[in-house]
Nanobody, 124 residues
């Protein structure tokens, strides 16, 4: 599966962005999908994941209530709605795919392939 994230940009604190992830090469309906972010110091962090059929989600504690992951398997798309953005959310955001079980979707090692990311900058 090839993944391309888009929709990033510069936003003021408290603002919103919606990231999109276009998948190609294979249907994503077989996979749990996730979002990770990478900070300027190269540190990577799990943001959230959504189950194959979209009935379960999991989030990093600090984004709960602000970020929402959704998917449209018919369109082979995954989305990350980000509200109430803060400067500490500034990072490159990556859409990722895993063949892992749901219990391990927050683990970096379960995502060996990362596609192109999109930069999100939160600043006044």
């Amino acid at each position: 599966v090839q993944l391309q994230a888009s929709g990033g940009g510069l936003v003021q604190p408290g603002g919103s962005l919606r990231l999109s992830c276009a998948a190609s090469g294979r249907t994503i309906s077989y996979y749990h999908m996730g979002w990770f972010r990478q900070f300027s110091e190269q540190r990577e962090e799990f943001v959230g994941a959504i189950s194959r059929n979209g009935d379960s989600t999991r989030y990093l504690e600090s984004v709960k209530g602000r970020f929402t992951i959704s998917r449209d398997n018919a369109k082979n798309m995954v989305y990350l709605q980000m509200n109430s953005l803060q400067p500490e959310d500034t990072a490159v955001y990556y859409c990722v795919v895993t063949q892992s079980i749901w219990a391990r979707v927050d683990l970096r090692r379960e995502y060996p392939y990362w596609g192109q990311g999109t930069q999100v900058t939160v600043s006044s």
